[in-house]
């Protein structure tokens, strides 16, 4: 059996599994879902419903789009994504997990929140950019000179965050983060794992994922 990925592809935490699955080279069959009508063979394993899902060759499943990250990195880390302060990286992609997420959609879904207008919950994510900002005025990387788990496993949110008003974005006292979040987003990695394919519910189609060059 191979392993098996569910994936949406416009889902951050989806995408970080795929980053670290592609750039591992863990060959994986990759099934696209959609969240609207999600494949009963991916709820069987999970079933809470959240993508991505993981179902290792062995039969293990992962729901956790972190830990199949580490599934990944652990099986090949070429680049040493999962070397340095691991405690710290997981401490600041927990604040984003738990604390700016939370910010991010109700800025992106400001309509659906009346309480504040979009600017309030923009404010208030903004505290996270501040706090990456300071790190990535020191070095390069959030974690320092290298490239790690944290970057790869943020980036995905604060494009997505970036990209609900981009004008404002483009405008805003980021310097440092606008670099680095476009240095992500232009990069082969990244263009590699935002390839689209068909619903694999509808195509049934065996998708190889990463493809090879
Ligand atoms: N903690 C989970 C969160 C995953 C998650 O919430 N994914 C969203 C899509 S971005 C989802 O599947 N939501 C279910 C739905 O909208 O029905 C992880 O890290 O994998």
Redesign the pocket.
Known sequence: MNHILYS?R?????M??RLAIAYSQQQVSLREIT??L?PEQMIALSA?????VLQSADGTVL??????MVWALERCDPDGWLQGNLAEMLSLIDEN?FEFKGWLDKYKYADRFPQYPAIYYRDNGEEFLTKLENRLTNSPYLSGEKISLADMAIFPFIRQFACVDKEWFEQSPYPSLKIWLSNFSDSALFRSIMKKYPTWLESKQQIIFPETQ
């Open positions: 949406y416009r889902c951050p935490y989806a970080r599994a969240l609207k999600k809470k419903g959240t993508v991505p729901d956790e789009s972190l830990d199949i997990d």
